[in-house]
């Protein structure tokens, strides 16, 4: 993936067919907004951080903490910030109504009348795709777009290439897909292979989640080689995606990806080739991805969405 040397401290990367150049790191909302739950002047500063050191895409979604990471970013956007920043948040709804809805909470909690990017969010069940745009959820967001308040559409998941790859046979012009990538993923219910290569063949931007796959920083092999999140981060970025979406809950996390990202160089072959062998032995059976292979990680919103159980670890 081509790249540019940027003024403000981090390479960008073009983002597909909107020639939008952002920063190959993204801010994840969903971690940021824990954070903040917890202590929400060292959420403010890593974000102040990450934007004064370059990271101008910013990650967020309506369903994120109750709606407190939407909240978080709109008391970050002091004078001058707004101005600076890919502002991306993420649609809830299925049908019209719901849309329009989440939307309109969206820009009050971020203090913006606009979005750089709206995405409709975990399109993890099979019968997502179908709802967006049976229910009024595309038109809405085709309404929000003429009307200036979205400027383009995406979408994302986690579960399964195959939903994702739905979403691209609607035939509508996506600008944008969210999705994991991953070493992990290279071996198991493989978005890098079954997805990707749709996304960059209809010149849509590719948007790298869940880096570190679930859990891959513990993976070892029999002589105890284990794979740092550094190297995570150095893979995701070597395949061709636009960012990398990254949720940090330390300065420290956050210092390492910039130093990882600043004067970025993709791993060599060898060096992929390399890495994939450590990953191979942990990744085929998914124990480390379980938000593929289980609904742990869908948010309950959707679970009550499609009649399951909402409490708990249900599989």
Not at 94 to 113: G, I, Q
Not at 144 to 154: L, T, W
Not at 295 to 306: K, L, S, T
Request: hydrophobic share 35%; aromatic share 8%.
């Amino acid at each position: 993936m081509a790249q540019q040397a940027s003024a403000n401290g981090l390479p960008t990367r073009r983002l597909g067919k909107t020639d939008e150049q952002v920063s190959i790191l993204c801010l994840g909302g969903a971690h940021l907004g824990r954070v903040g739950l917890k202590d929400e002047p060292e959420a403010l500063r890593i974000f102040h951080a990450a934007v004064d050191n370059g990271v101008r895409f910013i990650d967020n979604a309506w369903a994120y903490n109750d709606g407190y990471s939407e909240q978080l970013v709109g008391k970050a956007m002091t004078p001058g910030v707004r101005e600076k920043l890919f502002l991306m948040t993420k649609n809830t709804g299925r049908d019209f109504a719901r849309s329009k809805s989440c939307l309109e909470d969206s820009l009050t909690r971020l203090k913006t009348d606009h979005l750089d990017l709206w995405q409709f969010h975990e399109t993890n069940y099979d019968n997502d795709p179908d709802w967006i745009f049976e229910r009024g959820a595309i038109d809405y967001a085709l309404e929000a777009q003429r009307a200036g308040k979205v400027r383009y559409i995406g979408f994302t998941g986690h579960k399964d290439p195959r939903i994702l790859n739905k979403m691209l046979a609607k035939g509508f012009a996506w600008d944008t897909a969210q999705m994991p990538i991953n070493v992990m993923d290279y071996f198991y219910r493989s978005f890098f292979h079954e997805t990707l290569p749709l996304c960059l063949s209809a010149d849509i931007g590719v948007l790298g989640m869940k880096n570190l796959g679930g859990g891959v920083s513990s993976a070892k092999i029999p002589d105890d080689t284990s794979i740092s999140a550094d190297q995570c981060v150095r893979y995701a970025l070597s395949q061709p995606i636009t960012t990398a979406v990254r949720g940090w809950t330390t300065m420290q996390q956050l210092e390492s990806d910039l130093a990882v990202a600043r004067d970025f160089v993709p791993m060599s072959s060898e060096e992929l080739q390399s890495l994939l062998a450590v990953a191979e032995a942990d990744a085929g059976d998914g124990r480390h991805e379980q938000f593929k292979s289980t609904r742990r990680f869908d948010n309950p919103i959707y679970r009550e969405m499609h009649g399951l159980p909402v409490q708990g670890d249900q599989l």
